[in-house]
């Protein structure tokens, strides 16, 4: 995909079999870097193979392509050096990034309720976009539809947000998501229905989340008729160990 919008853009400048090569080529090289990438994230644990994984880094990967085509053409233009460079860069970088983002969240799963705050995050994002731009221009301009959503949406954001970082309120934080998500509805119309949708999946997400956090152990009971074993083996024993034979042969080998 970023090979195709490339393409797209150098066509203007060079004949189309030249620019189409040019963008096979540049999507072959991000696809060779994305596969190293990932080869090593999974050698140091912080990438889980899933089922339905290509299918899921295509979809990534495409929308990835495609916010970094639109971004650079917004941000850089189509003829000054910054936006030739970004055209080249930002939709290929994007689409590498989004396409490692699902298995890296499946890593971290266990000890952050990493999976929830990244719905909650689209769904923030969702609701505000459509509070603040859409919302009032469709259905009641000048009303209050539009601090609503914006306030609805960055609050979305924020409890998105808190269980990544405190993950003991995750509890909390999914109840208040479902509620803030059945409230989208109501001012910004649940960022086009789906938005509110993902905000209560990810409420229900945070609030079934049992994992732990990165280095605090899971204490686990101890089976009838075993504390006695357990406690001598947490304590050691005082009994000093009898003395190999091949050590006591050395011994004396040393003293002699």
Known sequence: MPGLFLADHLRTDLSPALAATLGLLWSGLWCGLAAWFQARLVGAGWYTRYHGELAVVLACSTAGSVAGHFLARGV????????????????????????????????????????????????????????????????????????????IGIAILVAASLPVIYPKSALVTGLIMVGLSILSFIGATGGLLVGGLLGILAGAMFASWEGQPHGLGVARPIPRGQETTSVVTALGNDEEPAESPVAEEQSHEASG
């Open 76 to 151: 850089g233009g189509a003829t000054s050096p910054w936006g030739e460079g970004l055209h080249w860069v930002l939709p290929a970088l994007l689409a590498v990034t989004a396409s490692l983002i699902p298995g890296a969240a499946l890593s971290r799963q266990p000890y952050r309720p990493v999976l929830g705050s990244l719905l909650g995050f689209i769904s923030g994002g969702l609701v505000l976009w459509f509070g603040v731009q859409v919302a009032p221009m469709l259905f009641l301009p000048g009303s209050g539809l539009l601090w609503a959503g914006t306030v």
